[in-house]
């Protein structure tokens, strides 16, 4: 008898965890947070068409101005995306029987 009671016991606790239930959302659709008109990327400065050398520091300036949106673009993606996968990943719970 002791030998069936260890059996269902262990039995039953291997029942048990089997029985747990994934619970999930739906799937993230984090790159819908992004602006579309963000493909397009960022245009660089016109190259100065003369050897005027106030034209050409001009364009430096315009062409520094043009980089700070690209690589401030960069580090907004990697925000949005970062705060998306954390919202949904807390959604998204394993949860089991007990």
């Known amino acids: 008898m002791p030998k069936t009671r260890k059996l269902l016991?262990?039995?039953?606790?291997t029942l048990c965890a089997s029985c747990s239930s994934i619970v999930t959302g739906?799937?993230?659709k984090c790159s819908e947070l992004i602006p579309g008109n963000w493909a397009a990327g960022i245009p660089g400065a016109d190259v100065p068409e003369t050897d005027n050398v106030r034209?050409?520091?001009?364009?430096?300036?315009?062409?520094?101005?043009q980089l700070e949106k690209a690589n401030g673009r960069?580090?907004?993606?990697?925000?949005?995306?970062?705060?998306?996968?954390m919202l949904v990943n807390a959604s998204?719970?394993?949860r089991g029987l007990f």
């Open 55 to 65: 034209d050409w520091q001009k364009g430096f300036v315009q062409q520094s101005v």
């Open 26 to 28: 739906p799937s993230a």
């Open 74 to 85: 960069t580090a907004d993606v990697i925000h949005i995306f970062g705060r998306c996968e």
């Open 92 to 94: 998204q719970k394993r």
């Open 9 to 13: 016991a262990l039995l039953s606790i």
